[in-house]
């Protein structure tokens, strides 16, 4: 793994991330995911416009 970081997020955020989340998959996981679907439906949307 790579150089960790903090990021601050209020409690509010921090739940909204957690409510995302699959079972056992770090923050780390989860926002590359979640980059990695809006990065392709962006795509996806650019192309049909």
Known sequence: ???ITTVPLTK???DR???LGKK???YDELLN???D???NRTVEFEAVG
């Open 33 to 35: 995911r979640l980059m």
């Open 17 to 19: 991330l957690r409510a």
């Open 37 to 39: 679907v809006y990065v």
């Open 24 to 26: 056992g998959e770090t």
């Open 12 to 14: 509010a955020t921090r």
């Open 1 to 3: 793994m790579g150089e």
